[in-house]
Every structure is written in structure tokens, then in C-alpha cells.
């Protein structure tokens, strides 16, 4: 553990260190850090800028640090330690399963060490959380985030794609010249755009938490 962040841990008010332990415990459960709301309804906050109030008090005593601009980006600074950690931006959920008109929102980040998981250093990349079981025979299950690429797609990849207006996660495959979508779930049919065919991204790594019941 970083140094710095020992000392600072030891200098935190006994709410602010059960505020740090809830966000290392929530992002261990879900792989995103919780939001303002969340925070609020956990400790009984009055209202979401007291939730706020903490996590700065948490940032200006080095505990955190976030990105400005995005309300679930936090990182712990002995993780900057460890590897070449980035903050990947997290848009929402993808349907695996029928398309799905709902606009995709940006919500936070995911902070991962790309060299772990193998993500090139160049990559324009974002995540997305999964919905749905169309892909379970590629083992991509409901609750994973999924790691894509802005990239030109490759016959067999599996692609966040817009298919007539409509977002999906799905296998892109070509038949005769004529590119269409293949879900990796028997029960679910494959989709051949009327109109358009749009690759958003292509996957390149995925995020699991293994939830005990």
C-alpha cells in the first residue's frame, strides 16, 4: 500500500473512514463505484450534496481522488501504484438479448490495469453493462461489464452494435457479402439489419463479479 495513503487513512474522521470502506466494499461487489444516491441512502444523508461534502473531505485528505467531470470516477491512489491503471467510461447497459432503442447515458467509470487485462495503451475504449442471456454460449453472462474498442470490426467479432436504430451486443458475421448479427444463445434469432448496420465497438475484455447467494 502506498505510503501517502496510509498516512492519510490515519488522519480520516471515524464517518469518513466508514465512508472509504463502503466504497472499496461496494466497488468489490459491482465493479463501479456507488453513486451520490447511493452513498445518501446508505448513511442517511439528508440530501445528495452532504454525500458530496464527504467524498471531497475523502479527495482533499488524498483517501480518493475523482475525476471532476464524472460522478462515479474514483480511484484509490495505492492502486495507481500497482500497474497502469486508466479509467475506462461506462455508458450505461447493452441488451444481450432483443435490441433495444434506450439511449445509453455515461455513468462513472471502471478504473482497470490495462496490462492485465490486455488492453492496448492506444485503444479508444468504453464499457458497457450487460442485460440480458443472448450471449451465454460465449460466456457473457447478465451483470458483466463488457470492454470495447472504437475500431473497424472483424468478421466474428463480438460487437455493440446499431442494427436499425436499435442497440445490441451481439457476434458480427458475414454470409455472402451480407453482414448481420448472431447471438451466442439458441433461444434467440439472428438480426439482419432492414436499413443499417452500425458497429459502435468490439469487444476487447470483460469484468465479472462473482455474487455469493
Known amino acids: 500500500m502506498n505510503p501517502l495513503a496510509s498516512s492519510s487513512a490515519r488522519h480520516l474522521t471515524a464517518r469518513q473512514q466508514e465512508l472509504l470502506d463502503y466504497l472499496r466494499s461496494y466497488q468489490r ?4 463505484m456507488p453513486s451520490t444516491r447511493d452513498i445518501q441512502r446508505h448513511f442517511g444523508f439528508s440530501s445528495q450534496t452532504a454525500a458530496m461534502s464527504h467524498l471531497r473531505a475523502l479527495e482533499k485528505k488524498g483517501a480518493i481522488r475523482r475525476h471532476p467531470h464524472m460522478a462515479r470516477a474514483v480511484v484509490f491512489p495505492e492502486d495507481l501504484d500497482r500497474a497502469e491503471i486508466v479509467d475506462i467510461p461506462v455508458f450505461g447497459t447493452i441488451p444481450a438479448g432483443m435490441p433495444s432503442d434506450a439511449a445509453q447515458q455515461a455513468d462513472g467509470c471502471i478504473s482497470v490495469d490495462i496490462n492485465t487485462l490486455g488492453i492496448p495503451r492506444t485503444a479508444k475504449s468504453f464499457a458497457l453493462k450487460v442485460r440480458g442471456d443472448s450471449m451465454i454460449d460465449a460466456h457473457i453472462c447478465h451483470g458483466d461489464f463488457v ?3 472504437i475500431k473497424e470490426p472483424r468478421e466474428k467479432d463480438i460487437v455493440a452494435a446499431l442494427i436499425d436504430g436499435e442497440t445490441t451486443l451481439k457476434r458480427f458475421l458475414v454470409t455472402n457479402g451480407q453482414p448481420f448479427l448472431k447471438a451466442e444463445n439458441p433461444d434467440y434469432p439472428d438480426l439482419l439489419p432492414a436499413r443499417e448496420l ?7 475484455g470483460m469484468i465479472r463479479h462473482f455474487r455469493r447467494d
Open 198 to 204: 452500425l458497429i459502435q465497438g468490439v469487444m476487447i
Open 29 to 32: 461487489s459491482n465493479g463501479v
Open 147 to 149: 470492454i470495447l474498442e
